[in-house]
Each structure stands twice: as structure tokens, then as C-alpha cells.
């Protein structure tokens, strides 16, 4: 490799210096730092007259996984338009960590741009490069690789350590929150943004539709997410930023609906990289995810929150005639076929009448053409509403007037019984399963029924472990003082001596209504399981008392 001869017959050498630091290598090496590279390569071409500096380049935060800095990318125009010939770095690390990469650049692109390259402290000079060189240079590059594969190892332990233990890992917080001053790694909620969610949460909750909702923070002008970060002196940037990022979309308001971190659970590690060389982000299955709940200070409560979710999968459509959504839009199923049913209208005598009819009726579909008129639906699922809004009260009432102390023995006494069962069933079904193994050897039984029959027994064993585990586990709870959940009852006191059957007042209580051909109609609530562990509970508590 030649330079530029001078009088005296020796080569000179046009040189641009390149400096390197990433975060990882800034992290207590004060050797590394962009300074202390720029000290050691000037005082090398101090030594050396025959180089003269003719640029400098660095990239401050850049990894050397990979050669995308823009740092080396103008060291590389610099030596192709040949105003340098000669490159120089403190080590080969500062160049890259890329085994493969690193190598092409030393063995191809700078022998065939006619550069000579310099690494100090590696002793590495391609002018002067002996037979040993291609034994060390190779063994240098993966050493520095390897070393950049560990690193990214012990990153990813540590963040995943992190996100387990609840510690928020993100740039920016979601709307609704910020990071706490006290610890960056904790959320809580803003302020201003938080009654914000909880409008949108609300206002679902009486029918309107993501747009509607939309519309309405745009009417009120109110900051969409990004402008209300952004109006908060925060560097937001997003990668779905578009023409409509400075208003309220339906889809903004949807993500915000089905986000679970409004309840308090938080999310992480939903997206990453497969290895250190790899930047692009890919999804990864949610079994990878970190879910961490009662994380953090909930902003909508999980029991509005679930209820929003199974409205958000059901046809809510609004009418263009009316301002929202009609109060069993989307709650009703014909019960003969499962299929929902839809709204209809006739008129008679000049007047509209509207009824609810089965969507597989029309075309000769698997039902009849029975129908129900909303008016009278309406008023049916009025009166069993309120007939389940009475029935929780007085239930409400009656666990009240036992006090938490007999409702504790009674709840202690319930799970005594059913962990003295499953024990049972325990005990007995490792018998049956002990006992096959000698029917198999008597050959008493196939080898394939031993199978099927021991895989039976193993199931229902492991079952009832896991009963009788969760059973303890309340159980612990109950005994430690624990209060009874009374969540799911204020929901139903809500609404107690409601007149009028209002859209929130469905979508609230009820799951969904089954309407049968001979007009009969069929209810399913919400809180079933909990209105019968409660009427259960009541019973017992009575005993008690």
C-alpha cells in the first residue's frame, strides 16, 4: 500500500481520525471517552511526521454492533473522494464489534480503497502488517464481539429482571401517567390526563362510540396524546405520527379502551429484537410478555374496565337517526340459534313501530321469523334488572347485619370443606393411579388403556393440587382480615330505584339476553359468580350466626 512519496523518498499519509463511544462503554471508562481517543491518536500522529491530520469524525452513543453511524459513514465518502488515505482509531473496538463486518472492512474495502489503517493500541498497522497479523487481527474482532454478545446478554437479564419486578422501562409514560420524580421506574397518574380516561371510560359506558368520543375531546379542545405530551415539554415522538396527530381519532380512543394498564397492570417486553445484531423489532408472543398487576394506582376501575372490553367485540353500530347507542344494542341473542338479533322497523297506521328479530330469519335461514318489540324488551329486562338490583341489596344487607366476623367463619368453614374434599379425591386418585400400574404388570389392562387411564388420573390429581392451593391461599386471606370484596355490589347499587332502562345501566350489568321464539327471555348478569358465592355466603353466615 503506497502513499504520497516526499523529498526525502519516504510515504506521507493524508489521515482522518474516527472515535467511537457507546452508552455501555461510557458506563465508567474514562479511558474510552471521545477526549481521551482524540489525546491518544494526535499524539501518535505527533510521532509519526510522515501522517498528517486532515479530519476528525466521531460517533458519541453508537454501538458497534453495526456500521450505520453517520460518524463513520463521512469517514467512508472522505476516503472515496481521496481527501485521506489513511484511517486511525484508538483500537479495533472503536472501529466495530461486528466479527464479520469489521473483518470486510480490514481485509476488503480498505485494501481496495488503497487505506491504511491504524489501531493504536493493538498495535495494528496495516503498512507494517506481519504473517502473524492474520492469526490476530481474526481472533481480536471475535474477541470483541464476544464481548459485545455478553454484554447484550446481561442487558437483557437485567431488563427482564426489571420488567418482572414492575419497574416501567419505557421513554415515555402512557397517557394518563407519568413517571413518578421520586423513581423514573414507577408510574403514576397525571393529573389533568387522568380525568381525561376516565371521560372516555364513562362515556363508553353510556353508549358512545370511539368517534363520537373523538369528536367530543376535539369539540372541548382538548390535546390528543402526542400535542399533550408534547404541550409538556416532553421530546414525544411516535411512529404512527400522521396528518391527524393534532386531534382526537376513534382509533386513539380505542387504544386507550383496551389498554390494561388503566387498571393498574402493567405491560412489557410486547416487542423486541431477536439478538444484538438485529435492530428491527418483531413482536413476541405474549407468553414472552411481563405482566405485572396492581403494579401501579389504577385510573378506571377493572370491573368498568372488563365490561368495555365485551362491548368493544359487539356490532354497536349507531343509528344515523339518534345521538347514541340504544340500550340492548349489541346484548341480544336469539336463543334458539345463538345468533344476535338485530333491530328492525314497520309502519302502521302511519306510525314507525321498531322490534328486535333474529339476523338468520330473513332468506329462509335455521330460524323463524320470531320477533320481540323493543318497547315491551325493553320494559321486561327493566323489571329483571331491578329485580336483580333488589336481590344484591338485600343479599348486600344480610351479609351487613352478620358483620365481617361470622362472614370470615363462614368463609373458613367453606374452604375447609372443599380443601378436606379435593384431599380426598387427591389421596384416592393417586390410589386408582398406584393400582394400574399393578393391573398393567398382571396384564389385566393394555399398555395403551394404562396410558390413557394413568394420564386421567395424573389431570384430575394436578387439578385438584391447584384447588386446593388457591383455596388455602384465600383461605390465609380470610384469617389475615381481609374485607369481602364489595366492588361488584356498588356496581349494582348504582343503579338502585332506576326508573328507565339506560344504556349504561346494560352495559354495566348485564352480559348478555337470550330471546326465545315463544317470547320467553333469558338474562345472563354480570357478577354471576360472585352474586352466588354471596347468596352462598349469607346462608352460611345465618348458620353461624
Request: hydrophobic fraction near 35%.
Amino acid at each position: 500500500m503506497g502513499g504520497f512519496i516526499t523529498e526525502n523518498g519516504s510515504d506521507s499519509y493524508r489521515a482522518v481520525a474516527y472515535y467511537r463511544l457507546s452508552k455501555d462503554d461510557g458506563n465508567g471508562h474514562e479511558s474510552d471517552s471521545i477526549v481521551n481517543q482524540r489525546k491518544l491518536i494526535r499524539e501518535y500522529i505527533k510521532n509519526h511526521p510522515n501522517i498528517t491530520l486532515v479530519g476528525e469524525e466521531q460517533d458519541d452513543g453508537y454501538t458497534g454492533t453495526n456500521f450505520d453511524r453517520p460518524g463513520f459513514c463521512r469517514v467512508i465518502e472522505t476516503v472515496k473522494a481521496g481527501e485521506a488515505n489513511c484511517v486511525i482509531v484508538k483500537d479495533l473496538s472503536r472501529l466495530g464489534r461486528e466479527y464479520i463486518e469489521t473483518g470486510k472492512y480490514l481485509e476488503m474495502t480498505f485494501p481496495a480503497l488503497g487505506v491504511r489503517f491504524i489501531a493504536i493500541n493493538d498495535d495494528i498497522d496495516s503498512e507494517h502488517r506481519g504473517s502473524g497479523d492474520d492469526i490476530i487481527i481474526p481472533v481480536k474482532n471475535i474477541m470483541n464481539e464476544a464481548y459485545c454478545r455478553e454484554l447484550s446478554k446481561k442487558l437483557r437479564r437485567q431488563f427482564k429482571v426489571q420488567r418482572m419486578n414492575g419497574e416501567f422501562m419505557g421513554a415515555f409514560a402512557c397517557y394518563g401517567y407519568r413517571k413518578s420524580p421520586e423513581d423514573k421506574h414507577k408510574l403514576v397518574p397525571d393529573e389533568f390526563a387522568a380525568e381525561v380516561v376516565k371521560i372516555i371510560f364513562s362515556l363508553k359506558a353510556r353508549g358512545f362510540s370511539q368517534q363520537r368520543i373523538a369528536d367530543f375531546l376535539n369539540s372541548e379542545g382538548i390535546l390528543p396524546p402526542a400535542e399533550y405530551k408534547k404541550s409538556k415539554g416532553s421530546n414525544y415522538k411516535s411512529g404512527f405520527s400522521s396528518a391527524s396527530t393534532g386531534v382526537w381519532t376513534a382509533g386513539t380512543v380505542r387504544a386507550i379502551l383496551i389498554n390494561p394498564v388503566y387498571t393498574g397492570t402493567l405491560i412489557q417486553g410486547k416487542r423486541g429484537t431477536p439478538n444484538y445484531k438485529i435492530k428491527k423489532m418483531r413482536s413476541r408472543n405474549p407468553s414472552e410478555w411481563a405482566v405485572v398487576e396492581n403494579n401501579h394506582e389504577p385510573i378506571v376501575d377493572p370491573l368498568l374496565f372488563s365490561a368495555v372490553q365485551k362491548v368493544l367485540g359487539r356490532d354497536t353500530r349507531t343509528s344515523p337517526t339518534l345521538d347514541g347507542v340504544l340500550p340492548l344494542a349489541g346484548m341480544l341473542f336469539c336463543g334458539d340459534c345463538g345468533r344476535a338479533m338485530c333491530r328492525r322497523s314497520v309502519n302502521r297506521c302511519g306510525k314507525k313501530f321498531y322490534y328486535y328479530i333474529c339476523s338468520t330469519s330473513k332468506g329462509g335461514g335455521e330460524c323463524s321469523g320470531h320477533s320481540f318489540e323493543q318497547g315491551k324488551l325493553e320494559k321486561a329486562v327493566l323489571h329483571a334488572v331491578i329485580g336483580r338490583i333488589k336481590a344484591v341489596v338485600e343479599v348486600d344487607k344480610l351479609l351487613e347485619e352478620y358483620g365481617q366476623k361470622n362472614i370470615a367463619s363462614a368463609k373458613v368453614k367453606g374452604l375447609d370443606l372443599l380443601i378436606a374434599d379435593k384431599t380426598a379425591n387427591i389421596e384416592k386418585n393417586k390410589t386408582f393411579r398406584m393400582k394400574l400400574y399393578e393391573a398393567y404388570t398382571d396384564d389385566l389392562i393394555s399398555r395403551e388403556e394404562y396410558d390413557r387411564m394413568r394420564e386421567k388420573y395424573s389431570a384430575q390429581i394436578e387439578d385438584d393440587t391447584l384447588a386446593v392451593e388457591k383455596a388455602e391461599s384465600e383461605k390465609r386471606e380470610v384469617m389475615g382480615g381481609k374485607e369481602r370484596d364489595r366492588g361488584w355490589i356498588e356496581q349494582f347499587l348504582r343503579f338502585d330505584g332506576a326508573e328507565k332502562l339506560t344504556r349504561e345501566m346494560v352495559f354495566t350489568l348485564v352480559d348478555r339476553i337470550y330471546v326465545y321464539e315463544d317470547k320467553r327471555i333469558k338474562i345472563i348478569f354480570n357478577y354471576c359468580d360472585e352474586f352466588a358465592a354471596s347468596v352462598e355466603l349469607a346462608q352460611k353466615s345465618k348458620e353461624v350466626g
